[in-house]
């Protein structure tokens, strides 16, 4: 008989995809952090083969919550319980840990984020635009123009004995800026620390540009485990910085937990309890996309069908709903009504 309940938070991003399992204190009993290689698919499937090898046999999936970019797919992938985006998702795991937390820096491979709490609750938030040039990815670019690996990076700026500055609002300005400052003769340690001081004043100059930063300041995502960024933070700020133990999967946690909400909620809409997860042999299934534009209005939505072993389980993507089936992205103003 299975009687340890378990909640599972997935959280889907362009670069990497986390999996975690909570129990009902919200303890994390297994997390993983795998690479997304541009198959969010694949990459889930991998996720929950981990996932079922390291739970206990008794171990019951009670509920599952989704995040992320590609949170739609998968949740019509899984069965999700709930849908959440990352800043209720990120807030939610950072103040289980830190209930008097005030600020949440995450930056991930793609995108990177400000989430401003008061007492819990998120007051103000921001996002990166499109541009990659404050996130992971610019980094990881650098490293591989430089030979040297990013797992590294830290380290060698902790090493540099010479401030350079190094233009960071755009990877063509400075890849330039970097050639030009090794034929003046500079080390690529010193290099390296000017790359991650650039990050982080391109991440103030444009996604934390005027908001009230306070402490206590958390740092959240993948990139919170190159130490030459925490270094250039506290540089930048003069104030400390924490990292939490679980910092690259806190919004897969932020999920799990709200899908332990969720499902312990007597007023669900369905009222049932059972959860919504098909099962870990969703590895073993054949899913896949397609994509029609609906001409029924200027609008021209490319509408997204997606497909289970030969069948077809979701639509979304329209603007109107005619065709869809997920929930829609939520607005700005619903992302701070949601939140708790």
């Known amino acids: 008989m299975k009687n ?53 046999e008794d171990a019951d999936v009670a509920g599952l919550g ?18 959440k985006n990352e800043i209720t998702a990120h807030a939610i795991a950072a103040t289980h840990f830190y209930p008097e937390a005030s600020t949440i820096m995450e930056i991930g491979g793609q995108d990177s984020k400000i989430i401003i709490l008061d007492s819990g609750i998120v007051t103000d938030f921001a996002m990166n635009n499109v541009c990659a ?26 090493e540099s004995t010479n401030d350079v500055r190094i233009a960071g609002r755009c990877t063509v300005f400075a890849e330039s800026d970097m050639v030009h400052k090794q034929q003046l003769g500079y080390t690529k340690n010193d290099i390296i620390n000017g790359l991650c001081e650039a990050l982080v004043r391109n991440y103030f100059s444009t996604v934390a540009k005027g908001k009230d930063i306070k402490e206590p300041i958390l740092f959240q995502g993948g990139v919170a485990a190159n130490i030459g960024i925490i270094r250039a933070f506290k540089k930048y700020l003069g104030k400390d910085i924490i990292i939490p133990e679980y910092y690259n999967v806190m919004g897969a946690i932020g999920s799990a937990i709200l899908s332990k909400e969720s499902m312990e909620n007597k007023n669900r809409p369905d009222l049932t309890s059972q959860s919504k997860f098909k099962g870990f042999n969703i590895k073993d299934m054949t899913f896949k996309t397609t994509s029609f534009t609906c001409k029924d209005c200027a609008n021209h939505c490319e509408v997204v069908e997606f497909w289970q072993d030969g069948k077809k389980i979701a639509l979304f993507g329209d603007k109107c709903g005619k065709h869809t089936n997920q929930i829609q992205q939520p607005t700005n103003t619903d992302i701070l009504s949601q939140f708790r």
Not at 144 to 152: M, N, S, V
């Open 4 to 56: 340890l309940k378990v909640y599972v938070g997935i959280d889907v991003g362009s670069v990497s995809t986390n999996v975690v399992a909570i129990d009902e204190k919200n303890s994390v009993l297994v997390s993983s952090y795998i690479r997304t290689h541009g198959n969010p698919l694949k990459s889930v499937q991998e996720g929950l083969k981990i996932l079922e090898e390291k739970l206990p």
């Open 133 to 158: 040039a404050g996130t992971g990815s610019f980094l990881d670019q650098q490293s591989t123009r430089l030979g040297i690996p990013i797992e590294d990076f830290g380290a060698r700026a902790l």
């Open 66 to 83: 989704v995040t992320g970019s590609a949170r739609y797919l998968i949740a019509a992938m899984v069965g999700a319980d709930i849908i």
